[in-house]
């Protein structure tokens, strides 16, 4: 990218919010614990999504951790202390509730495991590094899933491979995640942000009003009879029918986006 993010602290550390243009990049800032989420970090995260949310400005989102790790879930040490964590996804306040209203692309380096596995699933892209690892290890502990995992790992993968990551906690390596699905690109070690921000950025140049109709249609017909699936598909669509089909059908007509060229 020809700008790089500009990052500025949020009044916690713990994340981090950085813009580039429509992109911004949301950081779990708790390498010292493979950036496993304490409920401060939590309550952070979920107003850094509500941010992106909310900003007119921001297309797509990134979400990273630092220090070569991903996310380990929830914070077993402050869970130890008695502390209550709200579910991740079965709670009205919780972070992983529900998909937000624009795309947000994983960029994950070393673990995404327990509750940091719910939340690459959360997002709607997973970029991995090679030497990523993803794992239900929270099965060794006593911790359920309350982040959406048993929900969203089998409509992504499959409910046979997601019964064998769920039950016997073992790891799954970037390269065997690229090909049950789980992972959608595979970089080399230390580029997954990078490449995640440049796909950020090519998905926020296309039109966005179809591109924001079409992923909820898609999102929407999970579960729903064809028919009733079509049928939203359709009602949908008619705002980008009427206010950038014709445009964008004008610049294919003279010439842009064939034999190669890019509108």
Request: hydrophobic fraction near 45%.
């Amino acid at each position: 990218m020809n700008e790089e993010p500009s990052h500025h602290r949020s009044n916690r550390h713990k994340i981090l919010i950085g813009k580039s243009g429509p992109v911004t990049t949301i950081t779990i800032n708790r390498p010292e614990a493979r950036n496993a989420l304490d409920l401060e970090a939590t309550n952070l995260l979920a107003a850094a999504f509500r941010e992106f949310e909310n900003d007119s400005t921001a297309k797509v989102a990134v979400l990273t951790g630092a220090g070569g790790a991903f996310c380990a879930g929830a914070d077993l040490k402050e869970m130890a202390t008695g502390v209550r964590y709200e579910p991740w996804a079965g709670s009205e306040s919780g972070p992983l509730r529900a998909p937000l209203s624009k795309p947000v692309i994983a960029a994950v380096a070393g673990y995404a495991c327990a509750g940091g596995l719910g939340v690459a699933l959360w997002c709607d892209l997973r970029v991995a590094e090679e030497s990523a690892t993803f794992a239900v290890l929270s099965r060794r502990w006593g911790v359920p899933m309350s982040d959406g995992t048993t929900v969203r790992l089998p409509r992504l993968i499959g409910m046979g491979r997601a019964l064998d990551m769920l039950l016997t906690a073992r790891k799954v390596g970037a390269l065997e995640a690229q090909q049950i699905g789980l992972v959608n690109r595979l970089v080399p070690d230390g580029q997954a942000r990078r490449a995640a921000e440049e796909l950020a950025h090519q998905i926020a140049a296309f039109p966005e009003i179809a591109m924001l109709s079409d992923r909820r249609s898609m999102y929407e017909q999970d579960g729903a009879v064809m028919e009733r699936a079509i049928a939203r598909e359709a009602e949908l669509s008619v705002a980008a029918r009427q206010l950038e089909a014709e445009a964008g059908a004008k610049v294919f007509s003279s010439g842009a986006g064939r034999h190669g060229t890019i509108a």
